[in-house]
């Protein structure tokens, strides 16, 4: 069946890093554009980035964009977001998606905290 598995997430203090990772299987992970969303508390589930199948390109939502970048390995069924240069405001759960397929993961929280 599909799974989609996201990881990586934990505390990290304003200026930080850290980098999450989807795992997949049940499908065929190269054939599609991937994304990433967040929902913090009391807001509604926003687009972070978005990925082309093959990943050479990549768009981001205005607030992360220089500070967050979006890869995938597409021999590894993965996609990645390394969070860089984190701020408080980064704080949510964060969920990688198959826009096409309609597939989620279970999210993974990102807290954003000195």
């Known amino acids: 069946q599909v799974q989609l598995v996201e990881s990586g997430g934990g505390l990290v203090q304003p200026g930080g890093s850290l980098r999450l990772s989807c795992t997949t299987s049940g499908f065929t992970f190269s054939r599609y554009a991937m994304t990433w969303f967040r929902q913090a508390p009391g807001k509604a589930r926003e687009l972070v980035a978005r990925i082309t199948s093959d990943g050479q390109y990549a768009i981001y939502t205005d607030s992360v964009q220089g500070r967050f970048t979006a890869s995938r390995d597409n021999a590894k069924n993965t996609m990645y977001l390394q969070i860089d240069s984190a701020k408080p405001e980064d704080t949510a759960v964060y969920y990688c998606?198959?826009?096409?397929?309609?597939?989620w993961g279970q999210g993974t929280q990102v807290t954003v905290s000195s």
């Open positions: 998606h198959n826009e096409v397929l309609n597939y």
